[in-house]
């Protein structure tokens, strides 16, 4: 775009508007939101809950590929927060990821104005809060990217879209919660499992019409299963990616994970259980909905459908079947599988491990030894502002081995390296890994420790891409990333309570090459706080 190229070649000054500049063509769309405590029922009794324009779970954000969002954040809450926009990949633009390494937080009764864009993104995506532990009393929603009219979805227009954020949930404060973990103490199990913030929804649709359905795991720490009685489900989308179209009886969706899936009401004229169960747990938590034929003659009966009964190597299985459909269009218009990611050579293999030790007598989190902590001011204001003392970038390697400590750890990277990242899971529990900035290619999943001669097992044909992962217990998952997007990223773990205990570290993706080309420059309303308070933007 000429347009664009022009920009290269003007100056600093003008650096702010570029921005708004490059994305001329694309519409704005603009909100305001607004944060507040709430007291509702979920499960039964009354709580506090995190509400955003008066809602639980949040508004639902439906939006069209490449559409500029400018949403102004005002925090009512008495506790400072932020939001993240969970597999946005920000390109360029970090600023807007809302973490604490990125973002200051909105101190109460203030705001922040976000400025993102879904870039060459189409799919089924969430937010949520990312500061303490508000995730635990909500303040989550589905955040859906609709394909542009011009590019064409591998899959006839449903006939209706279901948004269904899922997760096990807590009769207890994020407070209370937030407390135990201070103390050093591990989270209960949960008291239950909602299904958009109740026990009891309904889905309506018409006999013979199919839906979507777009599946979330917006829970802090259990996996789930998902099914609905007398029907199948046929995958259609994950995190952003086009999917072989399976048809699955159920599916597991991990914490942090979105899936969507398409239903047809081809059975009676009744209503149905849908079904999501906790998964890899003693005791299994059930939340039902329920699918109403809009000609049904009669309510929900018979028992709820069973779930899976094997554990793990049924689910790694399911896994391994997710894949890429590479004739089917992505956001831009070209086939998915145009980019033969398993022919490039990998730059550099990082291999991460999970543990859970205790520091100071304090239960931690930690990857490859090292327990993060958040540091008094944003890393990536840090960064720009070149204020020493914030971060390390050695105090984490890339691969296991040392002993536990506590840091603010950064891991350097490239831009432009294509790198091989291997989870490695040598405890008894499921992780979930998330990264920010990116999505990337689940090439493989084993059991026991990974080695070179696992990579022969790689898919290096047709595996998706996602941005979220699970590595299943005593097991690898490898993923390959191709680091093309300048910024601050956060990799983390999606289990809520190991994240707030330190198991997430930012990864800083750079070049000595400073070009709006490759990211943008500071927003004008950036917050500022710690050590970057009187700096300019
Ligand atoms: C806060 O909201 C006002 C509009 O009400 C806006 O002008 C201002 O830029 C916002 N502050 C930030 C830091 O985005
Ligand atoms: C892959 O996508 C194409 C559209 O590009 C579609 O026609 C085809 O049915 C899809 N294949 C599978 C197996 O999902």
Redesign the pocket.
């Known amino acids: 775009m000429v347009k664009t190229v022009l920009l290269h070649v003007i100056c600093g000054v003008l650096a702010v508007l570029s921005v708004s500049l490059v994305n001329a063509d694309d519409p704005y769309r603009y909100y305001?939101w607004t944060v507040t405590y709430g007291t509702l029922y979920p499960l039964g009794v009354p709580q506090q809950v995190i509400l955003i324009n008066g809602q639980f779970p949040g508004p639902r954000l439906d939006v069209v590929t490449n559409d500029n969002i400018v949403l102004?954040l005002?925090n009512k809450l008495d506790q400072p927060f932020l939001l993240t926009w969970n597999g946005i990949k920000q390109r360029k633009n970090s600023w807007q990821d809302g973490v604490l390494g990125t973002n200051c937080p909105?101190p109460p009764n203030?705001?922040?104005?976000y400025n993102f864009q879904p870039k060459d993104q189409i799919g089924t995506f969430t937010y949520f809060p990312s500061t303490l532990l508000h995730k635990a009393a909500g303040g989550y929603g589905g955040l859906n990217v609709y394909e542009r009219p011009s590019i064409p979805i591998p899959f006839p227009n449903p006939d209706g879209d279901f948004t269904l954020l899922i997760g096990d949930w807590y009769k207890t404060s994020h407070k209370t919660l937030q407390q135990s973990l201070d103390s050093g103490k591990s989270l209960p199990f949960p008291d239950g499992v909602l299904i958009n913030g109740q026990g009891h929804t309904t889905f309506s649709g018409d006999q013979g019409k199919t839906y979507m359905f777009r599946i979330s795991n917006v829970g802090l720490s259990t996996s789930i299963n998902f099914r609905i009685q007398g029907h199948t489900l046929k995958l259609v989308e994950v995190e952003g990616s086009h999917t072989l179209q399976g048809i699955y009886d159920s599916l597991d969706v991990h914490v942090g994970q979105s899936i969507a899936v398409l239903v047809t009401l081809n059975q009676a004229p009744k209503d149905y259980y849908i079904v999501a169960s906790t998964r890899f747990t003693k005791n299994v938590l059930t939340a039902s909905a329920v699918l109403h034929y809009s000609n049904s003659q009669s309510a929900v009966s018979g028992p709820l459908p069973a779930g899976p009964t094997d554990q793990f190597h049924w689910s790694m299985e399911q896994a391994r079947t997710f894949r890429w459909n590479l004739t089917a269009s992505a956001a831009r218009p070209n086939p998915q599988g145009s980019f033969h990611y398993g022919k490039i050579t990998t730059t550099k293999t990082i291999v991460l491990a999970n543990s859970a030790p205790l520091i100071n007598g304090k239960q931690r989190y930690a990857v490859n030894g090292i327990s993060y902590i958040n540091a008094d001011t944003p890393l990536k204001l840090a960064d720009y502002f070149n204020i020493p003392g914030v971060f390390s970038m050695s105090s984490i390697q890339g691969l296991p081995g040392g002993p536990a400590s506590i840091a603010t750890s950064v891991m350097p990277a490239n831009l432009h390296d294509f790198i091989e990242v291997v989870f490695q899971n040598n405890e008894k529990t499921i992780q979930s890994w998330h990264l920010d900035g990116y999505d990337f290619w689940v090439v493989g999943y084993g059991s026991g420790q990974w080695t070179s001669a696992k990579r022969s097992t790689y898919n290096l044909v047709d595996a998706l891409t996602r941005h979220t992962a699970q590595v299943y217990p005593n097991s690898w998952t490898t993923i390959f990333v191709s680091l093309d997007n300048q910024g601050m990223w956060n990799v983390r773990s999606a289990n809520w309570e190991r994240q707030y205990l330190g198991q997430q570290f930012y990864l800083r993706v750079w070049t000595s090459v400073h070009s709006l080309a490759n990211e943008y420059n500071i927003p004008t309303?950036?917050?500022l706080c710690g050590r970057a308070v009187g700096r300019h933007p």
């Open positions: 305001t102004n005002i909105i203030s705001n922040y104005t309303n950036a917050l």
